[in-house]
């Protein structure tokens, strides 16, 4: 239960089992527990992830358990829904990464708790497609794609590490969902400090991008499909990967640092300033060899990611002529 805290199963035990709402807030017993959920939101706001941590003795196991709802509190002491997705991508993640060792009588148990309609048949999970496409709405890329999946009676066959994927998303929109839950003054007084610690540094990862960051670029000039891309991250909303290389894409060739694009992802639910330093410089040429063009319209349709297209949109099959043909027209 420690492992797995969003199970109904934890939820049980503790309101059967443990300490009382004032015990949890205020008993000097339980202070390890409350500093372990807030070690809990850090870590999702900082790291993207939940640590593991020991859990040998019955101290370590019942912090571990009851860190889960002081997290949650905290999260609603803030109230940020950049720090609700965050953390409910984070609590995702790491629900993933445990699951790999569960076998399949769990994550068949799991799947009926996050209410995911499924089949488990000769070695392949089958889920439901109306499951699966609201669990995959933000995974845009072509394998995801309904039109690319096997398909037999209305339900979608997936292999066991993509059926994992397929729940994650569904535990993330389940925690983002609940959250922020509704906090007293009591519970808002004794997490004063973290709430304020925590919504200065949403602040700082806020302003480390802001639209007048472009230098020469002109944000009135740019398509309507990166305005999307970029109003989404700038409220520190997930962008599927075909957007992000889009993105990076069309900013580069417009002059843009890799350094200054890297700055404007760092308001992202999952936001790893290793990995994405990687992929832009990858794009931007610098490790691959390679300066990649942004895709053209067309592509950027098949994606999913052309949004609003405008009367000029209709004249144009790039993304670039546009930014050059408002431009223009600006000129004259």
Same mark, same amino acid.
């Given at each position: 239960?420690?492992?797995?805290?969003?199970?109904?199963?934890?939820?049980?035990?503790?309101?059967?089992?443990?300490? @009382?709402?004032?015990?949890?807030? $205020?008993?000097?017993?339980?202070?390890?527990?409350?500093?372990?959920? /807030?070690?809990?939101?850090? /870590?999702?706001?900082?790291? @993207?992830t939940?640590e593991?941590?020991?859990?040998?003795?019955?101290?370590?196991?019942?912090?571990?358990?009851?860190?889960?709802?002081?997290?949650r509190?905290?999260v609603?002491?803030?109230?940020?829904?950049?720090?609700?997705?965050?953390?409910?991508?984070?609590?995702?993640?790491?629900?993933?990464r445990?699951?790999?060792?569960?076998?399949?009588?769990?994550?068949?148990?799991?799947?009926?708790?996050?209410d995911?309609?499924?089949?488990? /048949?000769?070695?392949?999970?089958?889920?439901?497609?109306?499951?699966?496409?609201?669990?995959?709405?933000?995974?845009?890329?072509?394998?995801?794609?309904?039109?690319?999946?096997?398909?037999?009676?209305?339900?979608?066959?997936? @292999?066991r590490?993509?059926?994992?994927?397929?729940?994650?998303?569904?535990?993330?929109i389940r925690?983002?969902?609940?959250?922020?839950?509704?906090?007293?003054?009591?519970?808002?007084?004794?997490?004063?400090?973290p709430?304020l610690e925590?919504?200065?540094?949403?602040?700082?990862?806020? @302003?480390k991008?802001?639209?007048?960051?472009?230098g020469?670029?002109?944000?009135?000039r740019?398509?309507?499909?990166?305005?999307?891309?970029?109003?989404?991250?700038?409220?520190?909303?997930?962008?599927?990967?075909?957007?992000?290389?889009?993105?990076?894409?069309?900013?580069?060739h417009?002059?843009?640092?890799?350094?200054?694009?890297l700055?404007?992802?760092?308001?992202?639910?999952?936001?790893?300033?290793?990995?994405?330093?990687?992929?832009?410089?990858?794009?931007?040429?610098? $490790?691959?060899g390679?300066?990649y063009?942004?895709?053209?319209?067309?592509?950027?349709?098949?994606?999913?990611?052309?949004?609003?297209?405008?009367e000029?949109?209709?004249?144009?099959?790039h993304?670039?002529?546009?930014?050059r043909?408002?431009?223009?027209?600006r000129?004259?």
């Amino acid at each position: 239960m420690a492992r797995f805290p969003y199970l109904k199963e934890t939820a049980s035990h503790i309101k059967e089992s443990d300490p @009382s709402l004032d015990d949890l807030l $205020t008993d000097p017993a339980y202070e390890e527990a409350r500093m372990a959920g /807030e070690r809990r939101v850090f /870590e999702a706001l900082e790291k @993207s992830t939940i640590e593991d941590h020991s859990l040998v003795s019955d101290a370590e196991i019942l912090n571990e358990l009851l860190s889960y709802p002081v997290a949650r509190m905290i999260v609603s002491c803030v109230g940020d829904p950049f720090l609700v997705r965050r953390y409910a991508l984070s609590e995702a993640k790491t629900a993933n990464r445990r699951w790999l060792d569960e076998d399949n009588e769990f994550i068949a148990g799991l799947s009926n708790e996050l209410d995911v309609d499924h089949r488990m /048949e000769d070695g392949y999970i089958k889920i439901h497609f109306s499951d699966f496409l609201k669990n995959t709405a933000q995974m845009r890329s072509k394998g995801w794609k309904l039109i690319n999946q096997r398909l037999d009676g209305g339900y979608v066959t997936l @292999s066991r590490q993509k059926f994992l994927r397929v729940l994650q998303d569904a535990l993330r929109i389940r925690i983002e969902n609940e959250l922020p839950l509704e906090v007293n003054e009591k519970i808002l007084e004794t997490f004063r400090g973290p709430t304020l610690e925590l919504i200065d540094k949403i602040q700082e990862k806020k @302003s480390k991008y802001k639209a007048e960051d472009f230098g020469k670029i002109r944000t009135t000039r740019l398509p309507p499909c990166m305005n999307r891309l970029l109003a989404t991250l700038q409220t520190g909303e997930g962008v599927p990967h075909t957007g992000r290389f889009a993105l990076t894409a069309f900013l580069r060739h417009l002059g843009l640092r890799p350094d200054d694009i890297l700055r404007m992802f760092s308001t992202i639910p999952d936001f790893d300033e290793g990995k994405t330093r990687y992929q832009i410089e990858h794009i931007c040429g610098m $490790t691959s060899g390679t300066k990649y063009t942004p895709p053209e319209c067309s592509t950027m349709k098949s994606y999913g990611i052309c949004y609003n297209p405008d009367e000029l949109c209709g004249k144009i099959k790039h993304p670039l002529s546009y930014y050059r043909l408002k431009g223009k027209k600006r000129t004259a």
